[in-house]
């Protein structure tokens, strides 16, 4: 059986950092509420330097992942996983109309890409293309 959800965003982005470096600013529990503020996670899986899996509450149901796939001497490439639902006042998921969902799904896919790029210019320092990661 095939899961449908309103909100269902997935992007890549490739940061000069180790997984270590980027699984380290996941891990941090107390950066989730600035990341997602509306969104209240559980850790699903816990998976060391190739990422994190959450169980998703809030203003969405639903799972969400990072998984973090190092590129060989270059950095990583960072996979953001969104899949959820609107929550109703009781927190369970609920349908929204399909122009609702699109919105809502679109909103997501910024906010996914902010915090993407965001911690590549925080954590590459400025550095230029085709130079070598920093060292940490």
Known sequence: MVA????????????????????????DRDAWPRLWPDLHLEV?????DRGLRWTVSGALVGSMEVWL????GAGTLLHYFLRA??????GMPR????????????RRQRAA????LTLK????????????????
Do not use: M
Not at 113 to 116: G, L, N, P, V
């Open 4 to 27: 449908w959800h309103e909100v269902d965003v997935v992007d890549e982005t490739f940061l000069a950092v180790s997984p270590r470096v980027l699984a380290t600013v996941f891990a």
């Open 44 to 48: 699903l899986a816990d998976r060391g």
């Open 69 to 72: 796939e190092p590129v060989a």
């Open 85 to 90: 639902d609107p929550a109703d006042r009781d």
């Open 95 to 106: 349908p929204a109309d399909s122009r609702r969902g699109v919105r809502e799904s679109a």
């Open 113 to 116: 890409k902010r915090i993407a």
């Open 121 to 136: 210019r925080h954590l590459e320092r400025g550095r230029p293309p085709g130079e070598p990661p920093p060292v940490p």
